[in-house]
Structures are given as C-alpha cells and as structure tokens.
C-alpha cells in the first residue's frame, strides 16, 4: 500500500454530507515542523529521459499550505501528484517541489448527488474505490488511476468518452487555489472566472491546487461491454469512428505503426464500449497489480520485436470479434496491471508524441503522419487514434479540441527520433493541430506558441513564484 493510501485511511472515516466546508476539514493536531523542511531530491519524468536533482517539501495537513508558500517563495515552487507526466511539466530542476500526495484526504462526498470534494493529492484509484460502491464513477477519466486530483485537473485530462464528455475540467465545480500573491482564493466557473480557466489546464503555474469539487456521473455498474472492430486503413478508421461516436460511450484505437508504408493502410483495432446495466458495483483492487522487477535493455524494443509483437496483438484482437463483459479497470487502465511498465524502454527512456488536429486536415495530416513513423521504423506497440468531439475545453491551455488525436510512444534514439519529431512537427504546424503539454518533453517553443492561441493572456496570471522546466523551456 503507497503511503499515500496508508495516510488517507489513516485519516479516519469520509465525511459524507451535502454541506460544504470552504476549505479541507483543519487538521486536528498541530503541524509537524519537519513538513516544510526542503529535503534534496531526485525526480525522474514518467519518459524517465529526464533526471534532475530538485528538493522537495511533503505537506502533510493543508493548513501548512500558506506558510510553506510564504516561507519557501524566494525557491521557486512547483506542486507536483503521482509523477505520470511523461516529460518535463511536472520537474522543477531551479527550485523545488511540493509533494502533494500526502494530501489526500476527502472532505466531503454526497452519495445522493454525486459530488465529491478532496484534497488535490488524492489519486483517481483511490477515489474510485471509494466511489463506485456508491453507483458513481469519474466523468472522465485518463488511462491511469494513478493520477493526483491537482495533476488531473493541470492537465485538463481527457479520456475514451471524450466525443460525449469533454474534458475533466468540465465536471469541475470549485477548485481551492493557494497564490503567493493573492493568498488562497475558491475558483469555479462563475467565480474568479479568469483565474478558474487559467488553472483548469495551468500546468501547475497558476498556484497550488488544494482541492477539487467534481461532480461525478452515475454507472449503470461497473463492467463494460466491449468490443473489438478490426480497420485496414486511415479512412476506415474515421468511418468507424464517426458510426460508433453516437452509440458508443467509449472509442479509441490502437494502431499498427509498423504498418502502411503510404500512410493510409495502417492497421488497427477499434475498441468501443457502454457500461453494462448489471448493477455489480465491484471496485477494482490495486493489490493486483505487478511490478517490472528490472529495466530492460534499450535493444528489446527494436524494428524486429515490435513487428512481432503488433503483429500477433492485431491478430488476436482482430479473431476477438464478439463483445466481451470486462470491468472497467482492464477497460480504461489497461497499463495500470504493470505498475512500472516505463522501465521497460531501457535507461534511455523514451518520448510520447500526443497531437490533435482539426477535423478538416485530419484526413491528410494523420496519414502522413503515420506513413513517416512507419517509415522510419520508430514507433512502439503502445500508439492510438481517437476522435474528439466538440465539446469546448474549459482551460485556456486546454489541449484537446475538436479533431483526431494521435499519441505514439517512442523509444529514445536521440537524434533519430528527434529527426522524426521534427518532420511530425512540420505536418501538425501546417495542419494548425498543437501538441499536449502532458506529454511532452521536447517541442519547440514556436510551436506551442502557435497551438495555444490564449497563451499571452494565461501568463499574465501565472504565480509568480511558481515555475517547471516545461515553463522554462517554453518561456526563456
Ligand atoms: C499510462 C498513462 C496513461 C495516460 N493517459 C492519459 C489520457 O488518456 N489522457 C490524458 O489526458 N492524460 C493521460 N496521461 C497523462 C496524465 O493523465 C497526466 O500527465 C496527469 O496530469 C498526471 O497527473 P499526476 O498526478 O501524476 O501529476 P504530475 O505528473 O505529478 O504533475 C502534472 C502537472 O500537474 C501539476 N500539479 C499536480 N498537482 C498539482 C496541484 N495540487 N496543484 C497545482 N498543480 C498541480 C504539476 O505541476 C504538473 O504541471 C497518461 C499518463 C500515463 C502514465
């Protein structure tokens, strides 16, 4: 059990009630000095390309959140979840870091509305086995429970209902909002407005995230029933795609990167999926899953294996033709089972790539996209394709819009894939596509400049003591 499960239930019972608290229940005893102690600290992006050495604060209670703030300014600070940022959003080599996953306390669910209100370092795992007992489940949720509330909502995440959904930001009632400026402060959709759509999305800059108010959605139960439908090319994907967008809940597809030379005949399985009405609401056990006991050598994810390895996966989901009843943590968590499942690119680590772009330059830009990759022999078994609907975002650094969705991970051959990256670059600047944040620890900063139109607006609200090394990059 991870300390931070072991400290929220050693928090005692949830308080469950309609009424709301302004701020996380106080602490009941005195906060210990030692959690505002900067202790040195090495962190490590989820890629694991980047190291750095960083110091780090652990609040335990959120009443030390000003003090820590005020005391620890002058350090430039960053909060940073569970770590699953696979670049460079969630390091802070120039300053240090605020653990937040000691906070992780519920402040407040209502088993009749469906509100929940914790302190920003609970995980998603923990709050769905909290939840779903209940009938609820997340609005929206990204392809790890291993993600903090705080990290949840900086990204704005997004997951397989996003045609029907949005965003995880959309689902936001209130968030706290701790500035060095302006002190704490309650933010919502109608209250400090601007400063709300900053923070949805903010990448951590625009303060500390204390706590999150969402509005959870009722399940039918807690099984899926899936379905795999096997494409042989770009096009069919977008046909199956826009069928399946207003009878599934659920979509996404896995891709082939090996195949399709031309960029148009790539492979894949379409996976879709509704939530079964059985009433079983079984939540899911993080006790199961195993562990990678070593890293691998950078050479077992070569040209070779993955063409074996996609080749016998296709095969397997393209024989699985009858729907399957399936619980939802193998269903939306599927890399959930292998806890750290990012050593096994070997110590170079590797780079996701996640673009979106519009659906008028979709049916070009994707499939050149995906030509380049499987000409370059790059690519890895972990690639999908997804549609995302219209819903507008409610961040103004929000990544998804309206369009297809690509994210690939790459194992890092330096040059070679930065190669590659820059041709991909080339094809989302002119298809007026972005690239999400999230996921990033490499792109040019003209490129962020040009996807993320809100940008001059939202760093005029960043914490001026907050910074990361994306930022850095991004701003210097
Ligand atoms: C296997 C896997 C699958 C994924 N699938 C998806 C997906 O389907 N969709 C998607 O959108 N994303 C996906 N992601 C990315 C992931 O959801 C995001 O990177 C998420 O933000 C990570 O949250 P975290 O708690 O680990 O935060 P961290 O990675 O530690 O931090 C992320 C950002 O949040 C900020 N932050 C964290 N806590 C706070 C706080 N309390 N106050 C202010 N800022 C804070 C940090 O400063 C940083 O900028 C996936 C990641 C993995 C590893």
New binding site residues.
């Given amino acids: 059990m991870s300390t931070a499960i072991q400290h929220r239930m050693d928090a005692g019972p949830i308080a469950m009630s309609s009424e709301r608290s302004p701020d996380p229940v106080p602490s009941p005893a005195p906060a210990p000095a030692r959690a505002s102690k900067l202790v040195p600290h090495r962190l490590t992006s ?1 890629g694991r390309v980047k190291h750095v050495s960083t110091a780090r604060i652990t609040p335990a209670f959120s009443d030390q959140l000003p003090r820590i703030i005020d005391a620890r300014a002058a350090d430039r600070l ?9 670049g460079d ?2 390091l802070n080599s120039a300053g240090a870091v605020l653990d ?1 996953t000691a906070l992780d306390r519920i402040v407040a669910f209502d088993p009749s509305t469906g509100v929940i209100r914790a302190e ?2 609970l995980s998603l795992s923990e709050l769905l086995r909290i939840v779903v007992p209940h009938g609820w489940f997340l609005p929206t949720t ?3 429970r291993f ?2 509330l ?3 909502v ?2 704005d ?3 397989k209902n996003h045609h029907a959904a949005g965003t995880f930001g959309a689902s936001v009632r209130r968030l706290g909002l701790h500035r060095s400026d302006i002190g704490a402060l309650e933010l919502s959709p109608a209250k400090n407005t601007e400063l709300y759509r900053a923070t949805v999305a903010g ?2 800059l625009t303060g ?2 204390a706590w999150v108010e969402l509005q959870l959605v009722r399940v039918p139960g807690s099984y899926v029933g899936a379905q795999n439908v096997a494409f042989g090319g770009y096009a069919e994907f977008a046909a199956i795609a826009r069928d399946s967008a207003t009878t599934f809940e659920h979509t996404v597809a896995w891709i082939d990167c090996t195949t399709g030379l031309d960029g148009k005949s790539t492979r894949g399985l379409f996976s879709r999926g509704n939530w079964l009405p059985d009433g079983l609401y079984k939540a899911h056990d993080d006790r199961t899953s195993a562990s990678l006991p070593i890293e691998l050598p950078g050479f077992a994810i070569n040209a070779l294996t993955l063409r074996a390895f996609n080749k016998l996966y296709y095969t397997a989901g393209a024989m699985k033709r009858a729907p399957t009843r399936v619980h939802y943590a193998p269903f939306f968590y599927p ?1 959930d089972a292998v806890r750290n499942w990012n050593r096994a690119y070997g110590s170079a680590g590797f780079y996701q790539y996640q673009c979106v772009v519009p659906p008028a330059a979709a049916d070009t830009a994707i499939p050149e996209m995906l030509g380049e990759i499987a000409r370059s022999g790059q690519g890895s078994c972990l690639a999908v394709l997804k549609t995302f609907g219209e819903k507008p975002s409610p961040g103004m650094l929000s990544f998804p819009f309206e369009g297809v969705t690509l994210a690939l991970d790459f194992p890092n051959r330096k040059a070679r894939t930065h190669l590659l990256f820059e041709r991909l670059d080339a094809i989302v600047s002119e298809a007026k596509g972005r690239l999400y944040p ?2 990033d620890g490499r792109m040019p900063a003209s490129l962020f400049r040009a996807g993320y139109p809100e940008l001059a607006r939202f760093t005029t609200l960043v914490d001026p003591c907050f910074q ?1 090394d994306f930022w850095r990059r991004m701003t210097q």
């Fill in positions: 989820w960053l909060a940073i979840g569970l770590g699953r940022s696979y959003s969630g937040m920003a370092g990204p392809g790890t993600v903090t705080g990290g949840a900086a990204n995440v997004h997951g990448l951590g500390l995230i890399l999230a996921k990361s």
